[in-house]
């Protein structure tokens, strides 16, 4: 079976815990739409909407975050990015919070929130994407990441850090709702225990610990094993699957970068955006129809 139109979630999802910067506690219910809004975000307390828009986005020390008059939402990448590895093209998600759970660290439980219930077409609603025309690329120094035209959505990464844990780690994939629950959903977040007494003095890290990230120390990671043994590099990948979901709709192209972060994520979608030249709008290639996935998710080797 094939999905040609826009999907949404089959009923209302809830989901509760507590960030992994500010450590509060936040309930995240993710709301199906009949009417093609794209993502978007309600904080609960006041009504206030923001899209899910590469031009909402704040501040993005560590994590992504979108702003709108007077609301904040952080990390919200790992939500974005569980639903667009699936395919969910609109949902309203209500927030009672400024921060999103951490969860587990990764996309996983937001993963098997959705699955749990599946997924439906939108009636009439036909899905569309951003098909890339030509490369755009953004760099900074040693940094850098473009995109360049492709028929799908692949992704190239490699990090390089100076730990002999992680190292040089590069991974390249063509994205699809089975890879992403494969390839990249458990893998979880990562930091450098030398790092964290910083993080914390700067207000960040707050609710961090073992069961929400992965913790290098001078020999190796501090928790009881890895899920990946690239596990860092599949994370970085999970993240630029949720700030490309910041286009406002799936991308057609191959994107590589090369020690990149979220604020690199986001500078590409708005170089991408900005040139009216380098993108058209596209018919999605039909995707093998979500509501069909197994529940459940399993880390598989790398």
Not at 140 to 148: A, C, F, P, T
Request: glycine share 8%.
């Amino acid at each position: 079976m094939s999905s040609f139109f826009s999907q949404t979630l089959q009923r209302s999802i809830t989901v509760e815990g507590r960030g992994l910067h500010s450590n509060a506690l936040c309930r995240v219910t993710i709301h199906p739409t009949d009417q093609p809004t794209g993502l978007r975000f309600r904080h609960a307390a006041s009504g206030v909407e923001i899209r899910a828009l590469a031009g909402k986005v704040g501040d993005l020390s560590l994590a992504t975050t979108l702003e709108q008059d007077g609301v904040r939402f952080a990390t919200v990448e790992h939500l974005l990015s569980a639903l667009m590895g699936l395919g969910v093209d609109h949902a309203l998600i209500e927030v009672s919070g400024e921060e999103l759970p951490i969860l587990d660290g990764s996309a996983a439980p937001w993963v098997e929130a959705i699955l749990g219930v599946g997924l439906r077409e939108i009636p009439d609603v036909v899905r569309r994407s951003i098909r890339v025309l030509k490369p755009v690329e953004v760099r900074s120094g040693d940094k850098w990441i473009k995109v360049e035209p492709y028929p799908g959505l692949r992704l190239r990464y490699t990090i390089d850090f100076d730990h002999p844990a992680i190292g040089r780690q590069s991974r390249e994939l063509t994205l699809t709702p089975e890879k992403y629950q494969r390839e990249l959903a458990s893998a979880r977040t990562f930091c450098m225990e030398r790092d964290i007494e910083f993080m914390r003095s700067r207000g960040l890290a707050l609710g961090g610990s073992l069961e929400n990230a992965v913790v290098f120390g001078p020999k190796g990671p501090l928790n009881d094993s890895l899920r990946y043994q690239d596990e860092a590099v599949r994370h970085k990948m999970l993240d630029l699957v949720g700030d490309l979901a910041l286009l406002g709709a799936p991308l057609q192209g191959l994107v590589s970068a090369h020690a990149a972060g979220h604020a690199m994520h986001v500078a590409l979608v708005k170089a991408l955006l900005d040139d009216p030249s380098a993108w058209s709008w596209s018919a999605v290639e039909p995707i093998k129809a979500n509501r069909h996935f197994p529940v459940g998710l399993q880390a598989m080797p790398a």
